[in-house]
């Protein structure tokens, strides 16, 4: 008997549209001959399966079901495509975890971990990861310019703690221009990270678990046209994202080793896309995305492509961890 799927997407961040994309395209991907597959839209104001004729029927929070003219619709397993908030940070993962119904991330408290980018620093520089000099920041918070800049440096980075994709983070190359960083930053969080510049090729990692084991995808170099890797570069084809990266080979070992460490510390599971910039050759970790942008054109899929893995295998593989786990 076939399993009913359920693809979530959009969410309450900045990153609606780009996690509805992600969605769509695992919908268009995963093998319908093995699974019944629906398109779920969690949005601030509804909850809804929207089906190929955009008809929507509304979500029962209570068991996560739906009914679609008479016939109630329940989930073997949810399939997180939710960039930011409530997917990526693991508020509606709990949520599953109450009412029991299995998914493709981690467990939720690794997702809350990892979406907090001081929170997952703290632990990776724990087991002797290497990471920008930073400096933290609340709402509130006073602000003394140059004791930040004495400690980080110039050019410096100022990202929201809790956002993706590039919204709201700065490359401050002066010091009058750090508070108009700061503040662009606030709009996104209330919670800001400053970080020193890395000066290196940057690299961008997809760990997963590929058929039980914990499996390291084929190196991606990011080069980007703008001055960092920013939404622009991301989303709208102002970088070059080359796979294989063009590192040696010894870089090569060294960002593989660390990446994996990295997935394997944080506990996680699913889909995981590191970012590392080298530094006389040891890759300086950035931040982990455990819900990586999954279009034809995202970097994960790119990288899995490489590896031989199409899309209907990616997507059909964590299914099958996630029910089996």
């Known amino acids: 008997m076939k399993k009913n799927i359920a693809i979530i997407m959009g969410g309450y961040s900045s990153e609606i549209e780009i996690s509805l994309k992600s969605g769509t395209v695992v919908y268009n991907h995963l093998d319908k001959e093995k699974y019944n597959v629906y398109k779920i839209h969690i949005l601030k ?41 409530p997917g990526e940070n693991g508020t509606i993962l709990a949520y599953f975890d109450l009412i029991d119904i ?10 809350a971990l990892t979406f907090n980018k ?10 002797g990861i290497a990471a920008a000099t930073s400096v933290y920041l609340n709402k509130g918070d006073a602000i003394n310019v140059d004791a930040i800049i004495a400690k ?27 508070i108009p960083a700061l503040k662009i930053a606030y709009k996104e969080d209330s919670e800001i990270l400053i970080e020193s510049f890395l000066n290196g090729t940057e690299v961008s ?9 914990t499996t390291v995808l084929p190196i991606t170099e990011i080069v980007s046209e703008n001055d960092f890797f920013d939404y622009e570069a991301k ?10 990266a063009r590192i040696t080979q010894k870089q090569e ?64 593989n964590a299914i099958e961890t996630a029910l089996n786990n």
């Not at 001081?118 to 087991?127: E, F, G, I, N, W």
């Not at 989303?235 to 294989?244: A, F």
């Open 118 to 127: 001081r929170d997952t620093l703290s632990v990776v520089k724990q087991y």
């Open 253 to 316: 070992n060294r960002v593989k080793q660390i990446a994996k460490r990295v997935y394997e510390v944080l506990n996680m599971s699913g889909f995981s896309r590191s970012e590392y910039i080298f530094v006389n050759d040891e890759p300086h970790f950035l931040e982990i995305n455990t819900v990586p942008g999954l279009t034809e054109a995202s970097i994960l899929p790119q990288q899995a492509n490489c590896a031989g893995i199409s899309l209907a295998e990616l997507f059909g």
């Open 45 to 85: 104001n509804k909850w809804v399966l929207v089906d190929n004729k955009n008809e929507e029927y509304p979500i029962n929070k209570h068991d996560f079901s739906a009914n679609i003219k008479g016939d109630k619709i329940s989930f073997d397993c949810v399939f997180n495509a939710i960039h930011g908030n």
């Open 235 to 244: 989303y709208e084809g102002k970088s070059q994202e080359i796979t294989p």
């Open 152 to 178: 980080v440096g110039l050019p410096c980075f100022v990202k929201p703690n809790n956002a993706g994709s590039s919204f709201g983070i700065s490359k401050v190359h002066t010091k009058e221009k750090l």
């Open 102 to 111: 299995k998914h493709t991330s981690a467990p939720f408290y690794q997702m």
């Open 205 to 213: 990692v997809g760990v997963i678990k590929h058929k039980g084991t």
